[in-house]
């Protein structure tokens, strides 16, 4: 059975990096979202086994996605996805209920393994 990923992120080209990476791992991208809210809304939605959220976004960041999310679905499992210069947020967002965190740039094998390791 395939993992069913939502990916959560303002830039275009990050998202499109991300689907096609997870993709080719054998992952479903089942929707993306650009901030916090449509994160909420997406999840209600499709109900993903896993989700990777940026935390710098406008509306809504990411910590108010996790938020969001947990809020709705305690047994939610989201990966941040973070800028090197925003640790202060990883540590909100771990506080807030992130399971993992990925640091941009970031590579392929990471990505896969903080999903699957997420999901088990």
Known sequence: MSIKVLVVDDAPVIRMLLKSILEKSGFT???????????????????PDVVTMDITMPEASGIDGVKNILGFEPNAKIVMIT???????LLEAIKAGAVDY??????????ISALKKAIS
Do not use: C, H, M, T
């Not at 991208?29 to 809210?37: K, S």
């Not at 800028?83 to 947020?89: N, T, V």
């Not at 990925?102 to 990505?111: H, L, N, Q, Y």
């Open 102 to 111: 990925i640091v941009k740039p970031f590579e392929d094998e990471r990505v």
């Open 29 to 47: 991208v089942v929707g993306e979202a650009g901030n916090g809210n449509e994160a909420l809304e997406k999840y209600k939605e499709l109900s």
């Open 83 to 89: 800028a090197l210069d925003q640790r202060k947020f």
